[in-house]
């Protein structure tokens, strides 16, 4: 059976039962599915039986990745057309969030570096008053 069990744009990890008892899926669904177009990255752990598939949102399609992991799975068609009937609609992507990441990025780099610099220059001050002793 195949679950997806959580997806974002650009992300979804898959629950496979199967990949426990048969390490050629394993290799089998991380050369099909890592050959697909948009996929850049297929992460596997055998003993959860778990696969996570990082792709691009543009070039990738995460029906078509599922269809290809369903192809390959025992009793995986059963549990795709329920899943298909109990999806919920994708998430569109709206182009101002992509040209915002990078900004938000470097507010977060930003508050991050401030935020050490005060932690510093607190310690410094506590080290320095907590020596000199009058």
């Known amino acids: 059976m195949v679950d997806c069990v959580h997806h974002i744009p650009g992300r979804a990890r898959f629950k496979i039962e199967a990949l426990r008892r ?79 990441a990078p900004v938000v990025s470097a507010m977060r780099d930003a508050a991050g570096k401030a935020l050490l610099k005060a932690l510093i220059e607190q310690a410094f001050e506590r080290g320095v008053t907590g020596t000199v002793r009058i």
């Open 22 to 100: 048969d390490p050629e899926l394993m290799a089998l669904i991380e050369r099909q599915v890592g050959s697909l177009e948009g996929v850049k990255m297929v992460e596997i752990n055998r003993h959860a039986a778990s696969i996570v598939v990082h792709y691009c949102t543009e070039r990738g399609a995460i029906d078509a990745i599922m269809d290809h992991i369903c192809a390959h799975c025992p009793k995986a068609q059963l549990n795709r057309r329920a899943s298909r009937e109990a999806a919920l609609p994708p998430v569109p992507i709206r182009p101002a969030a992509r040209a915002r």
